[in-house]
């Protein structure tokens, strides 16, 4: 077996991002087949398997099994992700076809199927391009509620570590981050020292500095003052 960066059953806050794309490809497989065959009810069990997956875990969805079973063992681990946006569209996708369900029961035939088929379009995208539209939403939605990188004009550099009379590049990271990984190997060799803030252990630095993603970096003076972002 390939060795895993993160385990697909206890590091919940990231995923590898081929995971999803097959669960995708499953969804709109069902959707089409019920389609196809008539069976409404196959929308209902695709929307209690989403559903499932959300509450009780990823144990609980068939093609993650599959995927963290049998493929990823043998293909080696594909690039980490934030695992929020594709939980977000398994939420959306379980609604919309808990909606189709719905509609089918109430005599609705052509509005059940218009959403099953709507939602069997868009796990095909995700699928096959890795565009995933429920992912966007999440997006839109954390920046509707103000998620979302702030103007940071000061860095307090006490307590980071940060060498006395220097100016610094602090970076927000996370150690399962495949994004964050790189940007260190860019950040290697460069004049500034480097002072790496983990997220996941000081999640109080990320609130207090409005870090919503990483990796993240700026250039700073010895008195905490921001004098811009390392792009990365």
Request: glycine letters at 10%; hydrophobic letters at 50%.
């Amino acid at each position: 077996m390939i060795a895993r960066k993160a385990d697909p059953y206890l590091d919940l806050a990231v995923i590898d991002a081929r995971a999803p794309r097959v669960n995708q490809a499953v969804v709109a497989l069902l959707c089409l087949a019920a389609f196809a065959t008539g069976l409404w009810p196959l929308l209902a069990l695709t929307a209690l398997h989403l559903a499932l997956t959300i509450w009780l875990g990823r144990r609980w969805c068939l093609p993650f099994l599959a995927y963290f079973g049998w493929v990823q063992p043998r293909l080696g681990e594909g690039p980490l992700e934030d695992a929020r946006p594709p939980r977000f569209a398994n939420l959306l996708g379980a609604i919309v076809l808990g909606v189709a369900s719905l509609a089918h029961l109430a005599g609705l035939p052509t509005l059940g199927w218009a959403l099953g088929l709507l939602v069997a379009g868009l796990a095909l995208l995700s699928a096959a391009t890795g565009f995933c539209a429920g992912c966007e939403m999440y997006r839109l939605v954390a920046l509707a509620r103000g998620i979302r990188h702030r103007v940071i004009e000061r860095i307090d550099l006490a307590g980071l570590g940060a060498p006395e009379g220097a100016e610094v590049v602090v970076e927000f990271t996370h150690p399962l981050c495949a994004d964050c990984q790189a940007l260190d190997h860019r950040l290697e060799g460069q004049a500034r020292p480097v002072v790496r803030v983990d997220v996941s252990r000081r999640p109080d630095l990320a609130r207090k500095y409005g870090v919503a993603v990483v990796p993240l970096a700026y250039r700073v003076r010895p008195d905490g003052a921001v004098l811009g972002r390392v792009r990365g």
